[in-house]
Nanobody, 122 residues
Framework: QVQLVESGGGLVQAGGSLRLSCAAS????????MGWFHRTPGKEREFVAA????????YYADSVKGRFTISRDNAKNTVYLQMNSLKPEDTAVYYC???????????????WGQGTQVTVSS
């Protein structure tokens, strides 16, 4: 398994941008597909975006398509989530996670970070 630490969350006004980072430990980062999920109060974690091991394939939830971009730097053992045109409904705790292959299914991800809070004010 890989250990994951998210950063970059915070408070931003609607229409603004944030970039989340997720740093992974270990020497095998490039062998994992990576994903971002979010959780709002009273709801389960939901898929946001995923990226393949090499970064050539990406998946997005319909709600963020065109606004969020997932990317990775395997040399830095880091995956990013660039969030633009943020909306109040994007307010959530954001988690990164690793998987053996790119997926939208939460059960396919087996290592998780502790999460970072994103708050979008209207």
């Amino acid at each position: 398994q890989v250990q994951l630490v998210e950063s970059g969350g915070g408070l931003v006004q609607a229409g603004g941008s944030l970039r989340l980072s997720c740093a992974a430990s270990g020497r095998t980062f490039s062998s994992y597909a990576m994903g971002w999920f979010h959780r709002t109060p009273g709801k389960e974690r939901e898929f946001v975006a995923a990226i393949s091991r090499g970064g050539s394939t990406t998946y997005y939830a319909d709600s963020v398509k065109g606004r969020f971009t997932i990317s990775r730097d395997n040399a830095k053992n880091t995956v990013y989530l660039q969030m633009n045109s943020l909306k109040p409904e994007d307010t959530a705790v954001y988690y990164c996670a690793s998987s053996r292959y790119p997926s939208r299914a939460i059960n396919d991800f087996d290592s998780w970070g502790q999460g970072t809070q994103v708050t979008v004010s209207s």
